[in-house]
Nanobody, 125 residues
Protein backbone atom coordinates (compact mmCIF):
# COMPACT_ATOMS: atom_id res chain seq x y z
CA UNK A 1 0.00 0.00 0.00
CA UNK A 2 0.91 3.62 -0.46
CA UNK A 3 -0.26 6.76 1.24
CA UNK A 4 -2.12 9.26 -0.92
CA UNK A 5 -2.65 12.94 -0.29
CA UNK A 6 -4.90 14.75 -2.73
CA UNK A 7 -5.93 18.33 -3.25
CA UNK A 8 -7.50 20.65 -5.78
CA UNK A 9 -11.21 20.06 -5.39
CA UNK A 10 -13.66 22.89 -5.11
CA UNK A 11 -16.60 24.71 -6.59
CA UNK A 12 -16.58 25.78 -10.21
CA UNK A 13 -19.16 26.91 -12.74
CA UNK A 14 -20.04 24.83 -15.77
CA UNK A 15 -17.42 25.20 -18.46
CA UNK A 16 -14.68 25.89 -15.97
CA UNK A 17 -11.59 23.92 -15.07
CA UNK A 18 -9.96 22.32 -12.07
CA UNK A 19 -6.76 20.40 -11.56
CA UNK A 20 -6.63 17.68 -8.95
CA UNK A 21 -3.33 16.56 -7.47
CA UNK A 22 -2.44 13.35 -5.69
CA UNK A 23 0.91 12.90 -3.99
CA UNK A 24 1.96 9.33 -3.29
CA UNK A 25 4.42 8.10 -0.71
CA UNK A 26 5.62 4.65 0.20
CA UNK A 27 6.43 1.79 -2.12
CA UNK A 28 7.22 2.55 -5.74
CA UNK A 29 7.37 -0.21 -8.31
CA UNK A 30 7.59 -0.42 -12.06
CA UNK A 31 4.18 -2.09 -12.00
CA UNK A 32 2.65 0.82 -10.08
CA UNK A 33 -0.57 2.27 -11.36
CA UNK A 34 -2.55 5.29 -10.24
CA UNK A 35 -6.01 6.43 -11.11
CA UNK A 36 -8.93 8.67 -10.39
CA UNK A 37 -12.44 7.58 -9.52
CA UNK A 38 -15.54 9.52 -8.62
CA UNK A 39 -18.72 8.86 -6.73
CA UNK A 40 -21.87 10.91 -6.91
CA UNK A 41 -24.73 10.60 -4.40
CA UNK A 42 -26.71 7.44 -5.00
CA UNK A 43 -24.25 6.11 -7.54
CA UNK A 44 -21.48 3.56 -7.54
CA UNK A 45 -17.89 4.69 -7.52
CA UNK A 46 -16.82 4.86 -11.15
CA UNK A 47 -13.58 4.97 -13.07
CA UNK A 48 -12.44 8.28 -14.52
CA UNK A 49 -8.81 7.92 -15.63
CA UNK A 50 -5.64 5.99 -14.86
CA UNK A 51 -1.98 5.93 -15.73
CA UNK A 52 0.66 3.23 -15.69
CA UNK A 53 3.75 4.59 -13.99
CA UNK A 54 6.34 2.63 -15.93
CA UNK A 55 5.15 3.40 -19.44
CA UNK A 56 2.93 6.43 -18.99
CA UNK A 57 0.09 4.66 -20.75
CA UNK A 58 -3.28 6.15 -19.92
CA UNK A 59 -6.89 5.08 -19.93
CA UNK A 60 -10.04 7.18 -19.76
CA UNK A 61 -13.70 6.67 -19.18
CA UNK A 62 -15.87 7.72 -22.11
CA UNK A 63 -17.23 10.58 -20.03
CA UNK A 64 -13.72 11.94 -19.54
CA UNK A 65 -12.26 11.58 -23.01
CA UNK A 66 -11.49 14.88 -24.66
CA UNK A 67 -12.04 16.86 -21.46
CA UNK A 68 -9.86 15.31 -18.77
CA UNK A 69 -6.15 14.59 -18.86
CA UNK A 70 -4.22 12.44 -16.43
CA UNK A 71 -0.48 12.93 -16.05
CA UNK A 72 2.36 12.18 -13.67
CA UNK A 73 5.41 13.91 -12.27
CA UNK A 74 8.06 11.32 -11.51
CA UNK A 75 10.20 13.64 -9.40
CA UNK A 76 7.26 14.56 -7.17
CA UNK A 77 5.59 11.14 -7.14
CA UNK A 78 2.43 12.97 -8.01
CA UNK A 79 -0.41 12.31 -10.41
CA UNK A 80 -2.69 15.01 -11.75
CA UNK A 81 -6.12 15.16 -13.24
CA UNK A 82 -6.72 18.22 -15.37
CA UNK A 83 -10.45 18.69 -15.81
CA UNK A 84 -11.69 21.09 -18.47
CA UNK A 85 -15.13 21.94 -19.79
CA UNK A 86 -16.69 20.76 -16.56
CA UNK A 87 -20.35 19.85 -16.52
CA UNK A 88 -22.83 19.64 -13.64
CA UNK A 89 -22.86 15.86 -14.06
CA UNK A 90 -19.17 15.85 -13.14
CA UNK A 91 -20.16 16.77 -9.60
CA UNK A 92 -18.90 14.04 -7.28
CA UNK A 93 -16.35 13.13 -4.69
CA UNK A 94 -13.15 12.36 -6.56
CA UNK A 95 -10.79 9.73 -5.19
CA UNK A 96 -7.18 9.09 -5.98
CA UNK A 97 -6.23 5.42 -6.03
CA UNK A 98 -3.09 3.34 -6.37
CA UNK A 99 -2.41 -0.32 -6.97
CA UNK A 100 -0.15 -2.90 -8.49
CA UNK A 101 -0.68 -3.82 -12.11
CA UNK A 102 1.79 -6.10 -13.85
CA UNK A 103 0.22 -5.68 -17.26
CA UNK A 104 -1.81 -3.00 -18.93
CA UNK A 105 -3.43 0.02 -17.35
CA UNK A 106 -5.96 -0.75 -14.61
CA UNK A 107 -9.47 0.64 -14.91
CA UNK A 108 -11.47 -1.33 -12.35
CA UNK A 109 -11.63 -0.22 -8.73
CA UNK A 110 -10.87 -3.74 -7.53
CA UNK A 111 -7.41 -3.34 -9.06
CA UNK A 112 -6.59 -0.53 -6.65
CA UNK A 113 -5.88 -1.19 -2.99
CA UNK A 114 -4.86 2.26 -1.73
CA UNK A 115 -7.23 5.19 -1.71
CA UNK A 116 -7.14 8.84 -0.83
CA UNK A 117 -9.72 10.46 1.40
CA UNK A 118 -11.58 12.02 -1.50
CA UNK A 119 -12.06 15.61 -2.55
CA UNK A 120 -15.35 17.23 -3.45
CA UNK A 121 -15.83 18.65 -6.93
CA UNK A 122 -18.99 20.65 -7.43
CA UNK A 123 -19.95 22.07 -10.80
CA UNK A 124 -22.77 24.58 -10.80
CA UNK A 125 -24.99 25.36 -13.76
Amino acid sequence: QVQLVESGGGLVQAGGSLRLSCAASGRTLSSYGMGWFRQAPGKEREFVASIRWSSGSTAYADSAKGRFTISRDNAKNTVYLQMNSLKPEDTAVYYCAAGLSLFGTPTDKIEFNSWGRGTQVTVSS
